[in-house]
């Protein structure tokens, strides 16, 4: 559209939707999106998960941020934590802002409460170059189009912690609406 600007396009998703935002910030999803050197402009990821990292990160070092909360079993802070870090030595521009007491889907409406379903915040999953996929915990090789089969059934758990933090909240809207104020600045 004439009056959208290309490059001043960001990408925010939250949850699964964190994923797609976190993997279109690699290189190698990039160029098979854009024919041209065409990219998102920022990437926010709201208490998304890092089931699917890549091996071999190759940020477009558009400037990334990721919202978390301290809590989250759904997705564990700690490998959202290590995969910021893997993205930043890889010469990614990450923030990370990590809310205390928070739990999964800290915005919602319903109080905190933890459900029986099943979980995979314990899975994690490398993406080779050549789209195959390794299991981080067996170090097991196996084709996209296997998952999830077996693979995820070891490292899943039956419960999960979902509900609203007052303060995670208020607050991470401020923080995605400055961050990306800052980053489609002129």
């Known amino acids: 559209?004439?009056?959208?600007?290309?490059d001043k396009v960001a990408i925010m998703?939250?949850?699964?939707?964190g994923i797609i935002s976190l993997?279109?910030?690699?290189?190698k999803i990039r160029k098979q999106l854009a024919t041209d050197t065409l990219k998102f402009a920022a990437h926010i990821n709201v208490y998304a998960g890092t089931i699917f990292i890549f091996k071999k990160a190759e940020p477009t070092k558009a400037p990334m941020l990721f919202l978390s909360g301290e809590k989250d079993n759904t997705?564990?802070?700690?490998?959202v934590i290590a995969y910021a870090q893997r993205l930043k030595d890889a010469g990614g521009d990450i923030t990370t802002i990590v809310y205390p007491g928070a739990h999964h889907v800290f915005d919602a409406k319903m109080s905190t409460r933890t459900i029986s379903t099943t979980n995979d915040g314990n899975c994690q999953f490398e993406?080779?170059?050549?789209g195959n996929l390794v299991d981080s915990a067996t170090g097991e090789l196996f084709s996209e189009k296997d998952y999830p089969g077996d693979h995820i059934k070891p490292c899943?758990?039956?419960?999960?912690t979902f509900g609203r933090n007052m303060s995670a909240a208020k607050k991470y809207k401020k923080d995605a609406v400055d961050f990306i104020l800052n980053a489609l600045k002129p």
């Open 1 to 6: 559209h004439p009056n959208i600007n290309r």
């Open 13 to 17: 998703g939250y949850s699964s939707g």
């Open 23 to 27: 993997l279109s910030s690699d290189e």
């Open 75 to 79: 997705c564990p802070i700690e490998k």
């Open 127 to 130: 993406i080779l170059d050549d």
């Open 156 to 160: 899943s758990v039956k419960k999960a």
